[in-house]
T-cell receptor, first 115, second 114 residues
């Protein structure tokens, strides 16, 4: 158990819909990262938050948005869903702001299926 | 954009054989980490390398960071069935805006045949 909690574990929805994925980082970790992993693919970096502020963006689509709340949990919002958005979405947390490195602790992931 | 490639993409070995995966970045990295993802699981941290030319060992695993800090390798000696999974490198790179981000490699999926 990494200490990172992601909900829901599985989600099935239809094209055009909107979903919200939630992540609670490890206690004490200020950084939250979101990654997308399509079937048998690598991990695509989406976005990084540190202590409530956006720190870095990856290839995140405009239909996707995220935020980190004062209690440090984070939400990833995916809207106008397309079939190609079906993937495993991982959240990872770290105690550092990433400039100094530091182990990433991954949650179990949220598997999104868009039909 | 910044990319981290890994080779090979897949590797099947007989139990007891050695295995190596290579990671190459298009840009200089601040550090590099390695993760293992078991089938159906999530990535789990293995190690972090920071210094140019650094070599670290964990039992049967040997990790190297290149002199130019643009490449790395993971070598497993005498593979076991428990080594099955996908191995990812993750490079810490500075972005054009001055922030840092971890760029994960494409991964090498290892299968070990008993």
């Amino acid at each position: 158990d990494s200490g990172v909690t992601q909900t829901p574990k599985h989600l099935i929805t239809a094209t055009g819909q909107r979903v919200t994925l939630r992540c609670s980082p490890r206690s004490g970790d200020l950084s939250v990262y979101w990654y997308q992993q399509s079937l048998d693919q690598g991990l695509q970096f989406l976005i990084h938050y540190y202590n409530g502020e956006e720190r870095a963006k990856g290839n995140i689509l405009e239909r996707f948005s995220a935020q980190q709340f004062p209690d440090l949990h984070s939400e990833l919002n995916l809207s106008s869903l397309e079939l190609g958005d079906s993937a495993l979405y991982f959240c990872a947390s770290s105690v550092t702001a990433s400039g100094s490195g530091g182990e990433l602790f991954f949650g179990e992931g949220s598997r999104l299926t868009v039909l | 954009g910044q990319q981290v490639m890994q080779i090979p993409q897949y590797q099947h070995v007989q139990e007891g054989e050695d295995f190596t995966t290579y990671c190459n970045s298009s840009t200089t990295l601040s550090n590099i980490q390695w993760y293992k993802q078991r089938p159906g699981g999530h990535p789990v941290f293995l190690i972090q390398l920071v210094k140019s030319g650094e070599v670290k060992k964990q039992k049967r695993l040997t990790f190297q960071f290149g002199e130019a800090k643009k490449n790395s390798s993971l070598h497993i000696t005498a593979t076991q069935t428990t080594d099955v999974g996908t191995y990812f490198c993750a490079g810490l790179a500075i972005t054009t805006s001055g922030t840092y981000k971890y760029i994960f490699g494409t991964g090498t999926r290892l299968k070990v045949l008993a």
